[in-house]
C-alpha cells in the first residue's frame, strides 16, 4: 500500500507581521505547505492543538513580546509535539550565546524527546526560508513520518492471513506474526532469537532445495516456489513460501522476509494480498544517522525486548514508497522462477533495459551515419559536458522604458486587420512583427486574450494585462535570431489555434486555457540565444543557480512570475484568490518546464500510450462517447495534454506554410551558428559541431530534426486534436528539404538559375 505523505502543517508564531514572517508565508505557498499564523502563546498552543502541525517556526527576535523559549515549552508540553520541528528565528545582528542558549533550549533542553529544535538565522529572502522549509521536510519530517507509518505496517503484519518471517542476515529469527505461529504450531518466544538451523527440517524437500535457496536470496534476488516445513507437533506442512531480501545500509543484505502460506490453500498461485509491505529497501540508518550494528543490538534475542517488537523492528525498516517501475521489475523476478531458459534469458534482457534511466530515449546509430541528428540530441537533450570554465556567461537584460500602453481599440487598422486572421493557421506571425516594429507579442495578445474572456477569469482590468503584456515583450532579447518575442507570438498563436479543436476544448476547463496561454507567453523569456549545454559548460550564473537542470526553462518560469508581481499595475495575479493562484501558477510551471528538450520522448509517449492508444481501442469497439471523454478528461492525462499542447506549439515550425517554415529554419541556424562561433572563440566544448556557418547543411538539419522530434510527436497530436492541415504542410515541406538535400545544397533555397 502507498502510504503517501500529506502536505506538511507548518504553524508560524510571530508577534507582528513583518518581512520574515510573509516571507515564510510565501515559502510555505510555494511549497504546497499548509500554513498557520498565530500571534501570541496561547493562540499558538491553541491551534498547535488543532491541527497537529510537523513544523513550528517561532519568532525569538522579540522578547518584548513573548519569550520564545516559553512558547516552546508551551508547546512540547503537548502530545502531538512528540513529532514537531521546531525552528526558532534569531537576530542577524543579534548572535551571541544567549542565542546559542535559546537554540539549546529548543533542541533539547527539559524536554526528552527525540525531535530536536533548529535555529535559523533571520533572512526575509522567500528561497532561503523555502530552502530550510524543504530540508525539514526532506529530513526530520518525513524520518519522524516513517517511523510513525511503520506501526501501521507492523499492525497489518498482525492481520494478516499469511504467515511472515523475519530474520537477520545471518538466518536469526527476529520477528514472527500470529498467522506464522498457528500455521507453525510454535509461540512466538520459542522462536524469537533463534538460528533457522536449529528448527527441525522436513525430509520431504529435494536435498538441494536449501543450497538453491540460499545461493538465490545471497545474491540479493528474490525467491519464491514451494516448500515443506515441520510443524512443532512434527508433521510436515507444504507451504508456497517467497524470500525477499531487504537491502540495507552500504548495499548490504540486513534482512530476509519470508512469506507462506499453506499450499493447497492457493490452487498454486501466489497470493498478492497482505504482501504489500515487505519491500523495505533501507535501513533506518538513513534516516537517524545510526549505524546498523546498533540497530542489530536492538533484535538481540534477549526475553526483556521480545515484547516491543512493534519499537525495535520499526526502528530498521523506512517505509519505501514502492514505484510503478518496482512493481514491473518484482512480477518480471516472479515470472523468471517458472520460465524456461530462454523465456528467463530474454527476461533478463528486458530487466536490464527497465534498469536504466533513458527508457524514452531512442538510441541512435553510429555519430558517422546521422552526425546531424546526433548534435541536434546532444545541443538539445543534454546539459552539456558539465565541465565549468573560467567563461562567465551573463544575461542582458532588456529593462528599456515601455512605450505608452495601447488598448485593444487603439490597435491601427492594418495591424488591427491583419489581427483578424489570428485564427487561421496560415496567419503569417512575420509580416505581424514588421508591422509591429518587433513587438508582435503585445498586440496578439492582446486579441488572443481578448478571445480566451482572460481578464474576466482573472478579474483583472485590461489596461493590467497590456503592462504585463509589454513587460513580458520588453525581456525577450530582440536582438536573438530566432529566440525573440516573435517566437514568443508564434508560438502562443499556435498554443490558440490547438485550444480551439474540438477534442482538447472539451478536455480542458478554463484554468487550463489560460494558464496555457500566459505559458505559452512567457516559456522563453530572457532567453539569451544559447542553449542549455553552452551555458551549462560556460559556467554561468544560471546554470550554476538551477545546478545544470533544466537551466533555462525553470529560469523563464521564474522570471515571468517575479516580473509579474513585482508592479502591481502589471500583475495579472492581484485580484485571485490564492488557491486558485497556485492552481494556475502549478499549471504554468508544468508547461514551461514540458518545453525542455531532455524528456521529449517521456513526454510523447506517456501522451500516446496514456491517451492515444486507449481512446483508438474505445473508438475500434463502436463504444458510445463517454469512454474517450473519461480518458481525455482525468487529472493526469489533462496534464499530459497541456504538456503536449505547449511542446508542440514550440517546435511547430516544420508545419507552418512553407515560406514561414524556411524563414524560421533560417532564424535558428543563425543561432546556433553565433553559438558555434562563440564556443570557437571562448575555448569552450562545441556542443553542435555540425552547425558550423561555413560547412553546415540546413536542409540535413531540418530533415534531421523533422525525423528525430517532429514526425512522430505530431503524428500522436494529429490523432488526438485533428490536424489534417498540419500535416499536409509538414509533408510538403518535409519533400522540400528531401529535394534539397538531393541537390547537394547546404542553403535555405535553391541556387538561382544561370
Known sequence: VHLSLSPSQVLLVFAKEDGQSDAFWWACDRAGFRCNIARTPESAVECFLDKSHEIVVIDGRHSQYFEAEAVCRLIRATKPSEHTVVLAIVAQAEITSADYTLYSTLCCSCFSLSISGQRYVENISVSACYNELLQIEHGEVRCQFKLRACNSVFTALDHCQEAVEITSEDHVIQYVNPAFEHMMGYHKGELIG???????????????????????????????????????????????????????????????????????????????????????KRSMSQYCKRSMSQYCVLLSPAPSLQNRRYSSVARIHSMTIEAPITKVINIINAAQESSPVSVADALDRVLEILRTTELYSPQLASKEDDPHTNDLVGGLMSDGLRRLSGNEYVFSKNMSQLAIPVTLNDIPPVIAEMLDDEDQWDFNILELEAATCKRPLTYLGLKIFSRFSVCEFLSCSEATLRCWLQVIEANYHASNSYHNSTHAADVLHATAYFLRKEKVKGSLDQLDEVAALIAATVHDVDHPGRTNSFLCNAGSELAILYNDTAVLESHHAALAFQLTVRDIKSNIFKNI??????????????????????????????????????????????SDSEGPASIRNSPENRLLIKRMMIKCADVANPCRPLELCIEWAGRISEEYFSQTDEEKREALPVVMPVFDRNTCSIPKSQISFIDYFITDMFDAWDAFANLPGLMEHLSENYKYWKGLDDMKCKSLRPPSPP
Request: proline share 3%; with cysteine.
Open 194 to 280: 533463534k538460528e533457522l538451523t536449529e528448527l527441525p527440517k522436513s525430509d520431504k524437500n529435494r536435498a538441494d532445495l536449501l543450497d538453491t535457496i540460499n545461493t538465490c536470496i545471497k545474491k540479493g534476488k528474490e525467491w519464491q516456489g514451494i516448500y515443506y516445513a515441520r510443524r512443532k507437533s512434527g508433521d510436515s506442512i507444504q507451504q508456497h513460501v517467497k524470500i525477499t531480501p531487504v537491502i540495507g545500509q552500504g548495499g548490504k543484505i540486513r534482512h530476509f522476509v519470508s512469506i507462506k502460506r499453506p499450499h493447497s490453500d492457493n490452487n498454486k498461485q501466489v497470493s498478492r494480498h497482505g504482501s504489500y509491505f515487505y519491500y523495505c
Open 577 to 622: 484568490d490564492r488557491t486558485q493562484f497556485r492552481t494556475l501558477r502549478q499549471a504554468i510551471i508544468d508547461m514551461v518546464l514540458a518545453t525542455e528538450m531532455t524528456r521529449h520522448f517521456e513526454h510523447v509517449n506517456k501522451f500516446a500510450n496514456s491517451i492515444n492508444k486507449p481512446m483508438a481501442a474505445i473508438e475500434d469497439e463502436g
